[in-house]
């Protein structure tokens, strides 16, 4: 039985721990290998942010021509190559996987890597089934950052129908004439943008009664008004079986008006990730889980068992990856230097959706400040009332922001339009930093006539005392 100084599972952001310092450690990584459900760069690079911002894109440029008449020009999308565009984006995104594997593999003497499934079998003791066989490892400390994998729903029919989740439908070999898309989250949102834009009919299953319902509820009523626009909606419904036939999959709902039935190429499930704590068989290793499967940790990331952390989405609440990456960077450190730990700052965590429109958002929700009881004001400022908004001749985008009218500090943002999640990123520093929206407003200057104006004037709106 080998004994390491230290057992990294997974090599998304749990990869970026190792630099120079580690050097004379003594180190096992352990990847459950190529494949969408496993590659070097964990979700991010393989099948989350960076391959879908890239489609997302695409489709961005595929969708300028609904803009043209407005504007007084006439475009035309006379072709969509999907092949090709796939292979542009994987064709950079599959070396960069290979490259980070090849590079702990070949390059670090000190690292040794293990390719397979990798299951506690007791405290602090893992058994990594591998192609060549089965092997036990122990170790002084272990960081578990294994990630999640998308929520698969107990439908009668589904595994014989066949289906896709986020991590295979972006490699597709054709792009279908109709998509059905469960799920109306930010992973169905944005996956609805990306194939409508390319042409492809689009619908959008949801059992509660908006798109987006997570998101502050200006944001998600608006939202779900434009996507009905855009693709064929239906909230309210719930799967009860699903079939295969003639080329179509056939998806049987009950809705508010009785029975129906959907059909389309192909079915892309969207309803969700779970945490891959279950794969890694943390109970086994003593590893305490909430009610959701979420490893739990404390503020320094350490687990409930001595000598292990926990990090990204096996454990936060928040699956994104800059946040991963601020927990890695204070594992690190904690790793380093035990006698000065530092804790993690969940304080402000924005998140982007980047359909269409784009949203991006930090803080409270008004509805989570009313559960809360907290005093506030909000304000408003549609793109429409900006200059540049006039240039755009964007009549849905709008910034909203809650704050403390005593003491003018932000509580929470939240902005639908184009460049969401650049135009947000101010209000971010602004809370971090504990900036007063007067103070923000009037302290510097705004470029006129420029998209942050729609900050510039929200923060002037708010009724503060």
Not at 1 to 10: A, T, Y
């Amino acid at each position: 039985m080998r004994h390491f100084d230290l057992v990294i599972i997974g090599t998304g952001s749990g990869n970026g721990i190792l630099d120079e310092r580690f050097d004379d450690w003594n180190v096992a990584i352990v990847e459950k290998g190529i494949g969408p459900n496993g590659a070097y760069g964990g979700t991010c690079l393989n099948v989350g942010c960076i391959p879908t911002k890239m489609f997302v894109h695409t489709a961005d440029v595929a969708s300028a021509p609904d803009a043209g008449p407005k504007l007084g020009v006439e475009l035309e999308r006379r072709d969509v190559r999907w092949r090709e565009i796939r292979d542009r984006i994987f064709g950079r995104i599959d070396p960069i996987a290979a490259g980070g594997r090849r590079y702990r593999v070949e390059d670090n003497p000190n690292v040794t890597v293990y390719e397979g499934t990798g299951r506690f079998t007791g405290v602090k003791q893992l058994t990594v089934a591998t192609s060549s066989g089965t092997e036990t490892i122990t170790a002084d400390r272990f960081v578990v950052a294994a990630g999640g994998r998308p929520a698969v729903p107990d439908i009668p029919g589904l595994d014989s129908a066949g289906y896709h989740t986020s991590d295979t439908i972006m490699r597709l070999e054709e792009l279908p004439h109709r998509l059905i898309i469960m799920g109306t989250g930010f992973i169905g949102a944005e996956f609805a943008h990306v194939f409508s834009s390319l042409g492809v009919e689009v619908t959008l299953i949801g059992r509660s009664n908006c798109v987006l319902r997570s998101e502050d509820i200006d944001i998600s009523q608006r939202f779900t008004r434009l996507a009905a626009d855009q693709w064929d909606v239906r909230l309210n419904r719930r799967e009860t079986r699903v079939e295969r036939r003639g080329g179509l999959t056939r998806l049987h709902l009950d809705g508010p008006e009785g029975t129906e039935v959907v059909d389309g190429e192909q079915l892309l499930i969207a309803t969700g990730r779970v945490p891959n704590s279950d794969l890694v068989d943390a109970g086994a290793g003593g590893i305490a889980t909430d009610e959701n499967g979420k490893i739990e940790v404390d503020a320094l990331q350490r687990t409930s068992v001595e000598g292990v952390w926990a990090l990204g989405d096996i454990s936060s609440t928040h699956e994104l990856k800059h946040v991963a990456n601020h927990e890695e960077r204070v594992v690190q450190h904690n790793l380093l230097h035990p006698d000065s730990p530092v804790e993690t700052d969940h304080r402000f965590v924005p998140h982007a959706v980047f359909s269409g429109p784009q949203i991006a958002s930090v803080g409270m929700t008004e509805q989570e400040a009313q559960a809360r009881g907290a005093r506030y004001v909000t304000a408003m400022q549609d793109y429409a009332g900006i200059a540049y908004g006039w240039a755009m001749e964007d009549t849905t985008g709008f910034a909203k922001l809650l704050a403390d009218p005593a003491t003018g500090r932000l509580l929470g943002a939240h902005i639908m339009g184009p460049q969401a999640p650049t135009l947000l990123q101010p209000l971010i520093q602004a809370m971090h930093f504990g900036i007063d929206a007067r103070s923000m407003a009037r302290g510097q200057y705004w470029i006129h006539p420029a998209m942050p104006e729609l900050i510039e004037n929200a923060l002037l709106n708010l009724p503060l005392d």
